[in-house]
């Protein structure tokens, strides 16, 4: 047994930073990489870990006081045991490393890795990059312990506010243990499965860990991705006390983090965690529970101060049937209710003879079934979209409302709804300017493709600056469709029919095509937005002005 100092490492290009909770107290074991302490700098909260297994011998700062990297906090002493209960529960909204036991356990049985032999190995899959996405939630496994999985397999199914997205094995071989389990919120470098990789000629251990293995029971072993929570409103947990103002908290930075962005004062809120540790649940229960609060006569809203609609016993009527809605569905409902909120919307309508057009494309067909390409009417409306964009860049903004300013893009992205046994899904074609019609017929297919096949990326699902929503194979004649902000505006295209059009000396059958263009009245003019749309007709009129 030896003492040493605990001092604070390297703090990744931060100077000086603020310790905000001090999560051991002298006497606590500690397992080695458990947190000692919380610091927190103006980007992000910190844990700074055990640098060994032990006894804390003392901790010599307080809340409040500044550290840098170096400085010293503390003494543990080394190797007088660890691994304590508490120790673990204080890191328990942190992600486990799976691939490594705690200092001073024995690595459970089930999980010690099979010695290689016979051209096999054990390996620990991780979450890839998710395009930018963080806490995407599992919503499927499609594997279980002791099945055998090819190259590229999909192991589990996650989904984003925007995509649904199938994450493949790396690996052929036995799935030996599931590191995570559905409701699990994942981030790139999350542990997800134990696997026994088969190389050529090789065969799997015949130890694995039990397929009937209990969540629960994984959790406690040390090694799973994510421990079981339990629900904060877990009856457990109605005897304990909700801390008092100004009371220390037990929260990890993750939930700490979540609380300022929502404004929640964290010693007011009950924690359903082990030892009462404020769980991100706890915190989104408080803010429900303090909206419905708020509202007058006791009516709840829909969470923009609007009473929702209550409803009636349906099957006092007749036969009803209940389906969970999905999370695409919910997503984009949510989406809609916030954009119709938010944006003081106004539709301009318009017609395109676009007679012209339909002849010129169909005369393409040819061409098109050599290339191995079906050119529709979309790409010729997204260069005519693109052009108008450029001719009139105030509807290529986004609207900066708190620091007041406007937003433009010397990009044009352009964003097309595809419709979707799952739900409406919003690839995004980039720089639409700068490609030809093929280019764009050939991108717009895949992407359509894509999307019906739910394997959109959510990078291809992000960055437009405008969007074009198309009824037109359904019919129609107009429709008010819904500006998808940060963008101010959004082009719903209808049933293209045959009209009289006078000429000037006669009746003239052309083929007008119905154009809705919705906006965002804070950004757009009325003005703007019917130079918009005769922009638009004069481009799909005579697609020679795109060369002009």
């Given amino acids: 047994m030896s003492e040493q100092d605990i001092k604070v490492p390297d703090l990744g290009g931060a100077d000086e930073v603020e310790v905000i909770e001090i999560l051991v107290s002298a006497g606590d074991s500690v397992a080695e990489e458990d947190p000692i302490l919380t610091v927190e700098s103006d980007k992000a909260s910190v844990e700074l870990?055990?640098?060994?297994?032990?006894?804390?011998?003392a901790i010599s700062v307080k809340v409040g006081d500044k550290v840098r990297e170096g400085d010293v906090v503390g003494t543990i002493n080394a190797g007088a045991g660890g691994g304590s209960e508490e120790a673990s529960d204080a890191d328990a909204d942190a992600p486990a490393e799976a691939d490594k036991p705690e200092a001073g356990e024995e690595a459970p049985a089930a999980e010690a890795p099979a010695p290689a032999s016979g051209g096999s190995r054990t390996e620990t899959v991780k979450v890839p990059g998710l395009d930018g996405f963080d806490n995407v939630p599992v919503i499927e496994l499609n594997v279980s312990e002791g099945d055998t999985v090819a190259a590229d397999d999909p192991l589990v199914t996650v989904?984003?506010?925007?995509?649904?997205?199938?994450?493949?094995?790396?690996?052929?071989?036995?799935?030996?243990?599931?590191?995570?389990?559905?409701?699990?919120?994942?981030?790139?470098?999350?542990s997800l499965v134990e696997m026994t990789v088969t190389e050529s000629g090789g065969s799997a251990p015949a130890e694995q860990a039990p397929a009937s293995q209990p969540a629960a029971a994984k959790a406690d072993t040390g090694t799973a991705a994510k421990p079981d929570r339990q629900p904060a409103e877990a009856p457990a947990q109605t005897s304990q006390e909700v801390p008092s103002p100004g009371a220390k908290v037990h929260a990890g930075p993750a939930v700490r983090k979540v609380a300022r962005e929502?404004?929640?004062?964290?010693?007011?809120?009950?924690?359903?965690?082990?030892?009462?540790?404020i769980l991100k649940e706890d915190v989104e229960s408080y803010i429900k529970q303090q909206l419905q609060k708020v509202q007058s006569g006791g009516a709840v809203t829909g969470g923009a101060g609007i009473p929702s609609v209550?409803?009636?016993?349906?099957?006092?009527?007749?036969?009803?049937?209940r389906e969970a809605m999905s999370r695409l569905h919910l997503a984009t409902a949510n989406n809609m209710q916030r954009n119709w909120l938010n944006v003081p919307h106004v539709t301009q309508f318009d017609d395109a003879d676009i007679t012209d057009l339909e002849s010129y494309r169909k005369g393409l067909k040819a061409e098109g079934e050599k290339r191995g390409v079906k050119m529709t009417p979309l790409p010729f409306l997204?260069?005519?979209?693109?052009?108008?964009?450029?001719?009139?860049?105030?509807?290529?903004?986004?609207?900066?409302?708190?620091?007041?300013?406007?937003?433009?893009?010397?990009?044009?992205?352009?964003?097309?709804?595809?419709?979707?046994?799952?739900?409406?899904?919003?690839?995004v074609i980039r720089d639409v300017d700068k490609k030809g019609l093929w280019e764009?017929?050939?991108?717009?297919?895949?992407?359509?493709?894509?999307?019906r096949d739910k394997k959109l990326k959510p990078?291809?699902?992000?960055?437009a600056c405008f969007t074009i929503t198309s009824l037109g194979g359904i019919g129609g004649t107009a429709f008010t469709p819904i500006v998808n902000a940060p963008e101010v505006a959004i082009l719903g295209i209808s049933k293209a029919a045959m009209q009289p059009v006078w000429d000037g000396g006669a009746f003239q059958p052309r083929l007008m095509l119905p154009l809705s263009l919705s906006y965002d009245h804070r950004a757009v003019n009325g003005a703007d937005a019917a130079r918009f749309t005769t922009r638009l007709s004069q481009l799909l009129g005579d697609i020679r002005h795109l060369l002009l």
């Fill in 49 to 57: 870990p055990a640098p060994a297994a032990g006894t804390i011998g």
């Fill in 159 to 190: 989904e984003s506010d925007k995509a649904t997205m199938e994450i493949p094995s790396p690996f052929a071989g036995t799935i030996d243990k599931l590191l995570v389990k559905e409701g699990d919120a994942l981030s790139e470098g999350d």
């Fill in 262 to 277: 929502l404004g929640a004062d964290l010693t007011l809120i009950k924690g359903s965690g082990p030892k009462g540790r």
């Fill in 310 to 321: 209550k409803l009636p016993d349906f099957s006092q009527f007749g036969e009803i049937e």
């Fill in 382 to 427: 997204l260069k005519a979209c693109a052009r108008a964009l450029a001719d009139l860049p105030q509807f290529n903004v986004s609207l900066d409302m708190e620091r007041k300013e406007l937003v433009h893009k010397r990009y044009i992205h352009i964003g097309i709804a595809v419709d979707t046994p799952a739900g409406l899904m919003v690839p």
């Fill in 440 to 451: 764009l017929a050939q991108e717009a297919a895949e992407l359509a493709a894509k999307a």
């Fill in 459 to 463: 990078a291809e699902m992000q960055g």
